[in-house]
């Protein structure tokens, strides 16, 4: 294939979203940290998904420039997590480069990849290597090199496809993390599967969308999916006739059958019960009277039904807020006490989410353009968030501000020392303030057996995260707590807040308390409901 047009790349780009969906585990299963994660895999599933969902609606004969665009924005909209936003901004940059293109060849594939990965590089403000950057940024060099010498599209992917391979298996010694684990970097392991299904199509591979994949079943119609035009007969008529002769109904259902379609017609002892598509109702009627009298009648004209229930189930253009103050703040969690703490914060929008359930840009869009203010800041909590929410920054008309807190305890810690009468600076230099000087402290449980950082931790076991580093395991959590407690006693910690989880209750969370009070001489600590998944306990300590 020396070239490819629309149709070629939304085929490309469809079994790419089903090969990351079929294999999105095994992405998932390379992340070594044994906490439960955000899961790589699944967020690149997602976002993929979030464009074939799109492709999907357009017709093959769109232009290479109308399918790289639509995948883009889709994406750019769909994006989750770290990996998933990083993934959009490939599709960006290489949609921006075949801008207004009818088809591509190897040079402009090259350009394309590049272009990518310039977007990506741009956005990321600390690239790290041996991630998805490196493998993009390597196998975009080698097909570029390989077009002084082949300009044809299927041989310069292919170039891209064993470069991207050949880096993805060096990325293993660019982070001693994934050195010690053994196992390649998974965002970079997925680009090479996009890449590997884009070859595949190019060289006549029929790749299915996985079941999962699919658009899920339609509980009701879905009238925009057909015209007007496509109403053979306009008018659903439907009558009863009470029997008043000896007249064979066979031959009024000979006759309908003639005027239209979707002919029901019921013949009992006293009346004839019919149903028919038709373009002359009056003329089905005066046979029918032929028969005996009109118990009921009712005619509906389908086309003018068809377009009010278009109308009707349209997707409403996305409503934003008039302003009503000058700030106005999302915050981004799990949990219904969490949720709560942060309204009683100041927060207009809650977004569901957090750890393993990342929202994508385009529901912090929603919230954010849901916000009656001129400007909004969002605390994302989450490190794998902070892109997505960043991503949203150039898609409303409001001014969007994101507070890069990157745990509860931070997006806590920053809220309490909002002022509404400071302008915006000032602001985020108190908040980022607050968030330097505040401990998050997270107990969960170990997803998977690991030997991790000097530490033998066993699935099942609690886990205990200091500051965003592994603190140890232990199949006692009060043993943990202990251990947690003397570290912040001699940090001399003043103020400790624990929020407890929705697998955690009240009395334990007070017994955790008084042991923290036990060790931490003179600190005020304080216990709230948090209800958030994943974490038994959230620790704030300042």
């Known amino acids: 294939m020396t070239t490819i047009g629309g149709s070629d790349l939304r085929t490309m780009l469809l079994g790419a979203a089903a090969i990351v969906e079929n294999r999105k585990q095994q992405l998932n299963d390379l992340n070594v940290f044994p906490v439960p994660d955000g899961d790589t895999g699944t967020n690149m599933s997602m976002t993929l998904n979030a464009a074939a969902a799109e492709l999907r609606k357009l017709p093959e004969s769109s232009t290479l420039s109308k399918v790289a665009d639509t995948a883009a924005s889709a994406m750019l909209r769909g994006a989750r997590g770290n990996s998933g936003v990083i993934l959009s901004l490939l599709f960006r940059g290489f949609s921006k480069k075949l801008k207004g293109a009818e088809d591509c060849d190897g040079l402009q594939l090259a350009a394309a990849l590049k272009a990518g990965v310039e977007a990506a590089y741009k956005a ?17 060099a080698e097909a570029e090199a390989k077009t002084a010498v082949d300009n044809c599209f299927e041989t310069v992917l292919a170039v891209a496809v064993d470069s991207a391979s050949t880096a993805l298996a060096e990325t293993m010694y660019q982070n001693p993390v994934l050195e010690k684990a053994g196992v390649v970097d998974a965002g970079g392991k997925g680009w090479l599967f996009v890449l590997e299904a884009m070859l595949a199509v190019a060289r006549g591979e029929v790749i299915e969308a996985a079941p999962v994949s699919a658009e899920p079943a339609k509980e009701q119609a879905d009238f925009a999916d057909f015209n007007t035009e496509d109403i053979t007969f306009q008018y659903c008529t439907e009558f009863i006739i009470s029997r008043e002769n000896r007249k064979d109904p066979e031959e009024l259902r000979a006759f309908l059958s003639t005027l239209g379609d979707s002919l029901v017609l019921v013949d009992d002892d006293e009346i004839i019960k019919v ?87 385009q529901d912090i869009l929603r919230k954010v353009n849901a ?39 931070q997006g806590v810690s920053a809220m309490l020392c909002f002022d509404p009468d400071a302008d915006e600076e000032t602001n985020m230099e108190a908040m980022t303030a607050a968030m330097d000087n505040v401990t998050t402290i997270q107990l969960t449980y170990a997803a998977r057996n690991s030997d991790f950082d000097g530490h033998n931790i066993r699935a099942g076991e609690y886990l205990a995260l200091y500051g965003g580093a592994l603190f140890g395991s232990d199949k006692d959590c009060t043993i943990l707590l202990k251990s947690l407690a003397k570290k912040l006693a001699k940090e001399n910690k003043e103020f400790i807040t624990i929020f407890y989880g929705a697998d955690t209750n009240e009395a334990e969370a007070e017994a955790a308390a008084d042991i923290l009070r036990k060790y931490c001489f003179g600190a005020e600590v304080s216990v709230l409901k948090g209800d958030q998944p994943v974490y038994y306990y959230l620790i704030s300590a300042e």
Not at 129 to 139: A, F, H, N, Q
Not at 389 to 394: G, K, L, P, T
């Open 124 to 140: 990321v403000m600390k690239p790290t290597e041996g991630t998805i950057l490196t493998v993009s940024r390597v196998s975009a």
């Open 275 to 361: 149903h028919v598509h038709t373009n002359d109702p009056g003329k089905a009627m005066s046979e029918a009277i032929c028969y005996g009298s009109f118990v009921t009648v009712k005619v509906e004209n389908m086309k003018l039904q068809h377009t009010e229930k278009v109308v009707e189930e349209a997707p409403k253009a996305e409503v934003v807020a008039a302003p009503e103050k000058r700030y106005g703040m999302v915050s981004v969690c799990a949990g219904e006490g969490l949720a709560n703490i942060f309204r009683e914060l100041g927060a207009d929008n809650i977004i569901q989410g957090g750890q393993t359930m990342n929202p994508s840009t």
């Open 371 to 409: 916000t009656p203010a001129e400007v909004v800041f969002v605390f994302p909590n989450n490190k794998n968030i902070i892109m997505a929410a960043q991503q949203a920054v150039s898609l409303t008309e409001k001014k969007l501000i994101v507070v890069p807190s990157k745990t509860i305890p």
